[in-house]
């Protein structure tokens, strides 16, 4: 049974050395690396043995030595997580004690015997019937193998027993790995097996550069499907703006017209006026959003995971991230707490506008929204990992350091933020005066409230990107590597286009009916596009894959609440800002008395 693996990168490569500090900059990792993957004849060649894990629950894995295999006799070498990438991830990274040198080549030779007792037997007949296999690496490259299989009828199990690796190499340097696993054993209690393994050398002409080019698959991301879906939401983009340019610019033309016909009119004859549109609502449109703590704090929330989101996709574009375990996840933490500025500026400033006093409070709330939500996600499931005994279980020291990079560089630069923020523009330079008493709201009908505004809002942003949604659900629930970066922008760039052409409309019409309540209507009616990502993630989970068992549903639905909340975040800040610079710019052209 030939196999080669896929693996989503996780982090950088092994150190035989010593623990690299967790915050340690992953370019400058990145550059020892290069260096630390040329070898001399003869100079050892580590296979490390990762995890185990049912095939269809992707993120159960367990320690590859908790099924009852058996190392080689050679010397254990520790590893450690290099990255915290790597360590949330849940790679146990384990010596597999077998004995391969650079360019030398071993016959099959037996390097351990398993003593199967019945719990053994037990063990791995349970492991078939969930089809699980394991993932090992050499020099970084993942290689997968299946534990064993069963009969036609299920009644007999099968071990594989004999490894058969096959290395290629271009100079000094390894650029191919291939597994064949050979030796079906049927399993019987009180028997012993022989595990065996050989290692064949062959030169390739595969650059170092291109060795992770096997694990890609173009015809699934690159399909014609992928293709047109772009076509197509690039297509909604124009259609939109031009609906919206045409629409608002006439409609607003026209009411610009007849407000300046009522400025020549005497009183009376404006008293006998049939007056109504968005000018009415002019002393209001700036009043202060309700509860504007956690507004200001969610727009800063959704302004900073726009610029990570930005930047995360620029730097995969330019650097292959997927070669290496944990770098995507790593180097998201990173620019997570270096963009946190970002938030504070943004909700600070909006807190400041809106007459908040209570900055200190709010700051706090801003900076810890997002980790504490996230880490709350990742500590319920800990539970369930730890009851479980998978690797996917976060180490103590590991939650010790999330929270030190939330206390003492998040908080920190959002503090600076806030004040720049406040200090910069916090001023509320609004074009029209702030009426002393609230103009009573008139009756309107039923598809002009807010709510309904907001359930509908997000019904053309979701699908401008699900099918993208498809391609990176794929990636990461399924055995794929995604490495389209280049469609992820353009999706990001629609999405962000879409998002503030519908939310434009949207406000319009609610001014129009003379409800000046379009902060919190902005923001929801973007932020709605979450509900449907969520409710598409329960159409592929129950038709798209297999997973079954407590541990795997709840990482799936707790994660993709976590996903989709922080798009809803992002998407209602982007909404938000895009309608700001649209209601302070209509109203700044209008004559106020």
């Known amino acids: 049974m030939n196999c080669h693996g896929y693996s989503q990168s996780t982090s950088l490569t092994v150190s035989k050395h010593g623990a690299a500090n967790v915050l340690t900059s992953l370019w400058i990792v990145t550059a020892l690396l290069v260096f630390s993957l040329q070898y001399t004849d003869k100079e050892e060649v580590v296979l490390w043995m990762n995890t185990v894990g049912p095939y269809h629950n992707r993120q159960e894995t367990y320690k590859y030595f908790s ?3 058996c190392a080689g006799s050679k010397k254990t070498i520790s590893h450690y997580h290099e990255t915290l990438g790597e360590a949330l991830q849940g790679v146990e990274l384990e010596f597999s004690g077998l004995d391969i040198k650079f360019k030398d080549e071993v016959m099959q030779t037996t390097y ?15 492991a078939i019937k969930n089809h699980y296999w394991y993932q090992m690496y050499i020099d970084d490259l993942p290689i997968w193998g299946i534990v064993g299989e069963a009969d036609e009828n299920g009644e007999d199990h099968y071990l ?9 190499y271009n100079g000094n340097r390894i650029v191919d790995v291939n597994l064949t696993s050979e030796g079906k054993v049927r399993l019987m209690a009180n028997t012993r ?13 595969v650059k170092f550069e291109d060795r992770f080019d096997k694990y890609l698959d173009p015809s699934f991301f690159q399909h014609r499907i992928h293709w047109f879906s772009i076509f197509n939401s690039f297509m909604m983009v124009i259609f ?11 409609t607003l033309r026209k009411d610009y017209a007849r407000y300046s016909k009522e400025e020549e009119m005497d009183d009376m004859d404006r008293d006998l006026g049939d007056e109504y549109g968005w000018k009415q609502v002019h002393g209001d ?3 202060p959003s309700s509860h504007p703590l956690i507004f200001s704090s969610l727009i800063g929330s959704g302004c900073q995971i726009f610029s990570v989101s930005l930047i995360v996709i620029i730097v995969a574009m330019v650097e292959d991230l997927y070669t290496e375990r944990g770098s995507m996840l790593s180097t998201a933490i990173f620019v997570y707490a270096a963009t946190s500025p970002v938030n504070g500026y943004f909700g600070g400033s909006l807190y400041a506008k809106q007459g908040g006093r209570r900055w200190i409070k709010q700051m706090f709330i801003g900076a810890f929204m997002i980790p504490a939500m996230v880490c709350g996600t990742a500590f319920f499931i800990n539970f369930i990992a730890i009851y479980y005994h998978a690797s996917r279980a976060i180490p103590f020291g590991t939650m010790v350091a999330v ?14 933020g806030t004040i720049l923020g406040r200090n910069l523009s916090g001023q509320p330079n609004f074009p029209c005066r ?13 598809f002009m409230e807010p709510a309904v505004i907001v359930c509908l809002g997000g019904i053309l942003p979701f699908g401008s990107i699900f099918i993208e949604m498809y391609f990176i659900f794929t990636s990461f629930w399924a055995y794929k590597i995604y490495y389209v970066y280049g469609f992820m922008m353009l999706v990001l760039v629609i999405l962000c286009i879409v998002t503030v052409c519908v939310t434009i409309v949207c406000t319009y019409f609610l001014l129009n009916a003379e409800d000046y309540r379009w902060q919190w209507t902005s923001f929801l009616s973007a932020a709605s596009t979450a509900v449907y990502v969520y409710m598409y993630s329960f159409y592929y989970y129950f038709f798209k894959t297999k997973m079954y068992g407590l541990f795997q549903t709840s990482f799936y639905f707790g994660y993709m609440a976590v996903f989709s909340t922080a798009l809803g975040i992002m998407c209602g800040a982007i909404g938000y800002m895009g309608t700001s610079a649209f209601v302070r710019k209509i109203y700044t052209n209008v004559k106020i008395d």
């Open 67 to 69: 099924l009852p295999f």
């Open 112 to 126: 351990c015997e398993i003593d199967l007792d019945k719990a053994k037997r037990d063990a791995f007949v349970y």
């Open 160 to 168: 594989w027993t004999y490894k058969k690796l096959e290395i290629g």
């Open 193 to 205: 097996i022989a595990m065996s393994y050989s290692v064949k050398w062959k030169k390739s002409d």
């Open 240 to 250: 939109l703006v031009g609906l919206v340019s045409m629409i608002l610019m006439r």
């Open 285 to 287: 449109v700036f009043r």
């Open 403 to 416: 929270c030190c990079i939330c206390f003492f560089v998040i908080l920190p630069l959002n503090l600076v």
């Open 434 to 446: 702030v009426n002393a008493v609230p103009r009573p709201i008139p009756e309107k009908k039923w």
